[in-house]
């Protein structure tokens, strides 16, 4: 049970105390960093909110490990968290009945070598 609360306060302090534009190394997967902001949710949502993880060793030496998350640590994790995930990968899937626009950027006075086009769904 330290393990996992040690992970956790690991992962909440690394969520409230990243500089989101600064490139730095971590062993943070996508998978945690989205159970994170699940778990923490509720406590975000509501304002008067706060989880408390608390866990007391009784063998010598005896120890505690208390994390307080109030709601506006919780909304400033889920924030990061948003930021470190990035935007959400598009889904595969197959469209019918959908009108598609083309655009030909060859020959345009607009474009350049290596400019590629777009294809709007509308």
Sequence with gaps: M????????????????RDIKTVEETNV????????SRALEPIAKDANA???FEIHGNTAPVTVNNIVVTSERANAVQNNVRRFLGP????????????MYLQQIRGDANTSVGDRGVMSYG
């Excluded at 997967?29 to 994170?36: C, F």
């Design 88 to 99: 959400a990968i598009p889904q595969n899937g197959r469209f019918s009945s959908e009108v």
């Design 2 to 17: 330290a393990g996992f609360l040690g992970n956790l306060n690991d992962l909440i302090t690394f969520f409230t105390l």
């Design 29 to 36: 997967t996508r998978a945690e960093a989205e159970r994170l």
């Design 50 to 52: 706060k989880i408390t």
